[in-house]
């Protein structure tokens, strides 16, 4: 069964409003969660790492402002994009590191913004 | 800055043949690395992976091998099937092995029957 849990699967939203996608680390508690974005027919790029307890730490050129990072507990991470643009659809993916330091994603979230 | 890219966007083979994606990284620091398949809207899904102290590991009809002299990494995947075909992706972990991953373009499989 699924390890990571993403919520929702697939999201249209409106430009200008704000939509959160939700990732559940459902067989251990993780401090450390991670945000990936993936545009069409392209790889897997970085946007932050979620810590539990603390800031977000994010990667060169993702604004903080935009996509707000929430790591509330020890099994969930909430990626919020506000104000969302079109350019902003894509294909978002958490994911989960493990014991023995293995990575497990989620199943991704599609967001389209109309 | 760090990088892990693939050599070829596309390979086609045919259904039985054996098929090698090939990557290449270039942080040499980087000490784990993971071959990962994407199906079509779905999540990367873990294939294989390998430290850097070895050179060669197998898995069930998958074998990844790691050549750190030239910083190559590549996929073989034996008697390829129609349910190989997904884009496949190799990543590298930042120093430390953190979680935090650095993804390589991706390569698309395409297997004929």
């Known amino acids: 069964g699924a390890v990571v849990s993403q919520h929702p699967s697939r999201v249209i939203c409106k430009s200008g409003t704000s939509v959160k996608i939700e990732c559940r680390s459902l067989?251990?508690?993780?401090?450390?969660m991670f945000w990936y974005r993936q545009f069409p027919k392209q790889s897997l790029m970085l946007m932050a790492t979620?810590?539990?307890?603390?800031?977000?730490?994010?990667e060169q050129g993702v604004e903080k402002d935009k996509f707000l990072i929430n790591h509330a507990s020890l099994t969930l991470s909430t990626l919020t994009v506000t104000s969302a643009h079109p350019e902003d659809s894509s294909f978002y993916i958490c994911?989960?590191?493990?014991?023995?330091?293995?990575?497990?994603f989620g199943e991704g979230s599609w967001l389209t913004v109309v | 800055g760090e990088s892990v890219g693939l050599h070829l966007p596309t390979l086609s083979v045919q259904e039985g043949d054996n098929s090698i994606i090939n990557c290449a990284y270039s942080?040499?620091?980087?000490?784990?690395f993971i071959w990962y398949k994407q199906e079509s809207g779905k999540g990367p899904q873990f294939i294989i992976d390998?430290?850097?102290?070895?050179d060669k590991r197998q898995g069930q009809r998958v074998t990844v091998l790691l050549n750190k002299t030239v910083k190559h990494l590549s996929l073989q995947i034996a008697a390829t099937q129609p349910g190989d075909s997904a884009v496949y992706f190799c990543?590298?972990?930042?120093?430390?092995?953190?979680?935090?991953?650095?993804f390589g373009q991706g390569t698309t499989l395409q297997v004929k029957p």
């Open positions: 942080n040499s620091a980087s000490d784990y």
């Open positions: 990543a590298e972990t930042a120093a430390g092995n953190t979680g935090k991953l650095i």
């Open positions: 979620s810590n539990e307890g603390s800031k977000a730490t994010y």
């Open positions: 067989d251990f508690q993780a401090t450390t």
């Open positions: 994911s989960v590191r493990g014991p023995g330091n293995t990575i497990y």
């Open positions: 390998i430290r850097s102290n070895m």
